[in-house]
């Protein structure tokens, strides 16, 4: 999971790890009606399949973080029983290096879509499609590459960059400060788990064993303050808010996910030096942009981060890669509401900046009422889909929800519109 990134500082003069491919994993069973490939191209191991009713385009797909072990594994596209039937190709590719390294995402799944060139032959178009991190290279690639790929989904995407990192850093000080009184980054892991973490939860509760759903005025401002900062007002971030910090069952154990995010010392890949920021940024606990009291001491006092001047380049894939926004695709995305670990903020910068390059015609978003990461049903992946190839087709721009309207985000039947099935602790329509 992600949680792992900002555990272990990078050293940018070590060499790099061993990552292997077991080739003996790469094959796989092709759908009726179609072939399968594999192999390893540049260090990277990938599967391609190809209907035997080929309509000429190809599929591109870039997958989530696979966390930072040294094998490298490929996930077969999450739609190809929609694909192989409607005469798409697709191709993913392990990548090759693991840990959240985009620019290698970036550069070894266009190395795939020119090596499927050389087997099966020259594609009429190509898109892209990604989940998580996958949004992200997704997001990157159509960018970096503009003439390579002909539209693109990223779903749950990281596609606000370094933003989402910025979170995680807001909302561990923030908790620190709030909960003790005090805020520090980076922390000492055991003594922030085992001590400083029972206390903000204690601190917080508005009785015992009553965080994260029984708050005092303390621990409702932190709530707020997490909602704003992770996408504002919406449906399913209650829900949200108590899966995050109840459930997974995971890292340092149930209840702790939200604060295992905020381990490390801000390092990623290719990117030496903290990446997180929060030098300008305003903590609010309510939509009022006037500061209450409590609002402009918790500014005042909160421990402020500065990025690294090494971090953060606007331009090419030197280190972890800006987005943007100056897109020249058709891109649609879709995204859980309750999602926050991952979360919906990444939509509103996406949104932002391509509205700042004046290419909003050029995007739609899609809001789910979910509150698991990628959580989507096979009929809203595939409706996203194939709406998607019909704006193509046609140049109808298909519907989307507004992200940059807080009104509209605020709604209670935000999301309802392409909400298509059940999803865990969601919301129900009204």
């Avoid at 003790?180 to 922390?187: C, E, I, L, N």
């Avoid at 891109?331 to 999602?339: C, I, P, R, S, Y």
């Amino acid at each position: 999971m992600l949680a792992a990134l900002f555990t272990v500082p990078i050293a940018s003069a070590a060499p790099p790890p061993a990552y292997f491919v077991d080739e003996s994993k790469l094959p796989f069973d092709a759908l009726d009606g179609a072939t399968a490939y594999w192999g390893v191209h540049s260090g990277a191991g990938y599967r391609i399949e190809v209907p035997d009713n080929w309509n000429g385009d190809l599929v591109m797909w870039a997958h989530g973080f696979a966390g930072t072990g040294l094998e490298l594994e490929v996930d077969n596209h999450p739609l190809r029983e929609l694909l192989i039937p409607l005469g798409y190709a697709w191709a993913a590719s392990s990548y090759s290096r693991n840990d959240y390294d985009v620019a290698t995402g970036v550069q070894d799944t266009h190395a795939l879509a020119k090596r499927f060139k050389g087997i099966v032959g020259n594609p009429d178009q190509t898109f892209i499609t990604g989940a998580s991190m996958g949004g992200h290279i997704t997001a990157v690639s159509i960018e970096q590459y503009p003439k390579a790929y002909d539209a693109a989904l990223p779903v749950c995407g990281a596609i606000g960059d370094y933003e989402l990192f910025d979170y995680f850093l807001d909302f561990n000080v923030a908790a620190q400060q709030i909960g003790t009184g005090t805020s520090a980054y980076p922390v000492d892991p055991a003594e922030y788990l085992g001590v400083t973490v029972p206390t903000i939860k204690a601190n917080l509760e508005a009785v015992p064993g009553g965080w994260p759903v029984a708050l005092n005025a303390d621990g409702t401002n932190l709530k707020n303050l997490t909602e704003l900062r992770s996408g504002g007002e919406r449906p399913n971030f209650d829900e949200g808010w108590f899966f995050w910090n109840t459930f997974p069952e995971f890292a340092s154990g149930p209840g702790n996910f939200l604060f295992d995010l905020g381990l490390g010392d801000g390092s990623l890949p290719r990117a030496p030096g903290s990446s997180v920021d929060n030098t300008d940024t305003v903590y609010q606990f309510d939509t009022d942009p006037a500061l209450s009291p409590e609002e402009a001491a918790l500014n005042a006092d909160i421990v402020r981060i500065t990025a690294d001047p090494q971090t953060r380049h606007a331009n090419g894939l030197a280190q972890v890669p800006v987005i943007s926004g100056d897109i020249e695709v058709p891109v649609l995305t879709l995204h859980n509401l309750g999602d926050l670990f991952v979360p919906a903020h990444n939509e509103v910068a996406y949104a932002s900046r391509v509205e700042a390059n004046g290419a909003s015609d050029l995007l739609v978003q899609r809001a789910i009422r979910g509150v698991l990461h990628c959580d989507f049903t096979a009929q809203e992946f595939s409706t996203a889909f194939l709406d998607l190839m019909a704006w193509v087709d046609t140049g109808i721009k298909p519907d989307g929800d507004d992200w940059l309207d807080p009104a509209a985000v605020a709604d209670p039947e935000f999301g309802c519109k392409f909400t298509d099935g059940g999803h865990l602790l969601a919301t129900p329509c009204p």
